[in-house]
């Protein structure tokens, strides 16, 4: 990688650098030939000024869903605390409660009204489907949830 920019005294020729060590001297013969030296010293401008902030300013990758991207990602990586780790086992130790909690409100509901919930939430059936499907009105399905809301509150 190259360490500096082409000074402007040294413009009117490019260097190509073959792999196997070689080097290779374009002059200027024309004007394209002058627009096309031109044009190659200014795209290695643009890819060593990149380099040098790249080099300076220090990357954050944001996509740590990859693994890829995890080694970059260090100045990101939060230290666990014990806190933390009691703050997360009391807040798992709530949500068990709360989801044995609702299982038992669940299970002291009638069948029926099991079965609604069911179509409403698991299979994701519209209110007007389930009245259809049972021979009722779409009101009926409406305040037999509206029922089956406030056994829950209950419950809770």
Do not use: C
């Not at 031109?38 to 990859?66: K, M, P, T």
Request: charged letters at 35%; a neutral charge; aromatic letters at 8%.
């Amino acid at each position: 990688m190259r360490q500096y920019k082409t000074s402007s005294k040294r413009r009117e020729t490019y260097k190509y650098y073959f792999v196997d060590g070689t080097i290779k001297n374009v002059e200027v013969e024309n004007e394209v030939t002058s627009q096309d030296i031109a044009q190659l010293h200014q795209w290695d401008d643009e890819v060593f000024d990149a380099n040098r902030r790249e080099d300076y300013h220090v990357s954050v990758h944001y996509e740590s869903v990859s693994e890829v991207n995890d080694e970059k990602n260090l100045l990101l990586i939060d230290e666990i605390s014990p806190l933390d780790i009691l703050i997360q086992r009391e807040e798992a130790s709530e949500h068990s409660y709360l989801l044995q909690k609702l299982r038992f409100a669940l299970q002291n509901l009638t069948p029926k009204q099991q079965a609604t919930l069911e179509k409403v939430f698991v299979q994701k059936m519209s209110y007007t489907a389930i009245a259809k499907e049972e021979g009722v009105g779409e009101s009926a399905i409406r305040s037999r949830l509206n029922k089956i809301k406030k056994k829950l509150k209950k419950k809770f």
